[in-house]
């Protein structure tokens, strides 16, 4: 092994104890993470930083989201369904949806930000994980490939997407940070039947979620 690939998966080890230091015991969720090489979901010097627990840009005013806030959500969704077709609204990096195709999911990833988008694409289908990436106004879902057993919301939701609450599939789960523009709340939304249950956890602060749906672009 080279001597700077040598460095990375040391690195990424330090990154999954530091994940279980902070409560992520999930085996197969740790695994995932010791699997994706983050750092190439970087570019130039700022592959220096991929190992470190923080946010990081990715232009255009996003981020990739950082290591904690990547795991508690992908746990969340694995305790509640732990197989099937997940849909991932906000591509970003595309280091999520990496996450999701290392734990066997059948992925699908929308992204609004064209460039954004493009470079996920080709970044995931460079490095073997099979995503479906689409672009568009991911609070709308992904109808032709409804229902999912999964949805994972990576950006900051003013309120729950009814279109993506249709789209969940029965016993389906929903994991969607909810709140105002500087802090929302971790929300797993679970499909019974017609009814929904819904678990509250830690605020985070997420980029919003931007859509007919979501936010309207002009506030920000
Ligand atoms: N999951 C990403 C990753 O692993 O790098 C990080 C996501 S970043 C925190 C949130 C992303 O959601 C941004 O790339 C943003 O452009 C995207 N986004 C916001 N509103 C969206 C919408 N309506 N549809 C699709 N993507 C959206």
């Excluded at 595309?94 to 470079?119: D, M, N, P, T």
Aim: charged share 25%.
């Amino acid at each position: 092994m080279e001597e700077a690939e040598k460095i990375n998966t040391l690195r990424r080890r330090e990154m999954v104890e530091t994940l279980e230091r902070y409560g992520i015991t999930n085996r197969r969720v740790l695994d995932a993470f010791l699997e994706v090489p983050r750092h190439l979901f970087f570019e130039g010097e700022a592959m220096d930083c991929a190992y470190n627990d923080g946010a990081y840009p990715i232009g255009f005013g996003q981020t990739i989201s950082q290591p904690y806030t990547v795991a508690l959500m992908t746990t969340l969704l694995v305790e509640r369904c732990s197989s099937g077709k997940v849909l991932e609204i906000g591509t970003g990096s595309g280091y999520q949806a990496a996450i999701l195709a290392a734990l066997g999911y059948s992925v699908f990833s929308v992204e609004r930000i064209f460039a954004l988008h493009e470079k996920a694409k080709k970044l995931l289908t460079r490095l073997g994980f099979g995503v479906a990436c689409r672009f568009g106004d991911g609070t709308l879902g992904w109808m032709d490939d409804a229902p999912f057993d999964g949805i994972l919301v990576t950006a900051g939701a003013p309120r729950e997407p009814e279109s993506l609450l249709r789209q969940l599939a029965e016993n389906g789960a929903m994991v969607i940070p909810i709140g105002g523009s500087s802090a929302q709340q971790m929300t797993v939304i679970q499909r019974e039947g017609k009814d929904f249950k819904r678990e509250l956890f830690e605020h985070f602060t997420f980029v919003p979620l931007v859509g007919r749906e979501g936010w309207d672009e002009t506030v920000f």
